[in-house]
């Protein structure tokens, strides 16, 4: 950093990945570096699941192949069977679904 301006260096993705210096005010700078620091207890997963270095490309094209061929197929009906009741070996069947604590009255109105 000299006369409030700073030189750094970084790889320049849009032209073959070449490494460049480039100078910035400081007050641009401190501006711009924020952006790419992750908030504290916060990991960086760039380099996990399918889109890790080695075989992203197939495995996209992998992805995107398989997208393809379901999105051709016809949808199967849902042929499930429910889940038996273990007193009267009855099918249960699903009434509703709750997302948190269930109050007593909320069960009476399902009841018929």
């Known amino acids: ?18 490494w460049e ?8 700078f401190m501006k711009r570096f924020p952006d790419h620091v992750l908030p504290r207890h916060f990991h960086r997963i ?9 075989k992203a490309r197939s495995n996209i094209d992998n992805i995107r192949h398989a997208l393809a061929a379901t999105a051709n197929q016809e949808p199967q009906a849902n042929q499930d069977e429910g889940v038996a009741c273990p007193k009267c070996d009855l099918e249960q069947a699903c009434v509703g ?7 007593a009255a909320q069960l009476v109105l399902l009841t018929f």
């Open 46 to 54: 760039r380099y996990y699941g399918f889109l890790a270095n080695g």
């Open 1 to 18: 950093m000299e006369n409030d301006i700073v030189a750094f260096w970084f790889k320049n993705t849009r032209k073959d990945s070449i």
């Open 97 to 103: 679904i709750f997302c948190g604590r269930v109050t």
């Open 21 to 28: 210096t480039t100078t910035l005010p400081v007050i641009e």
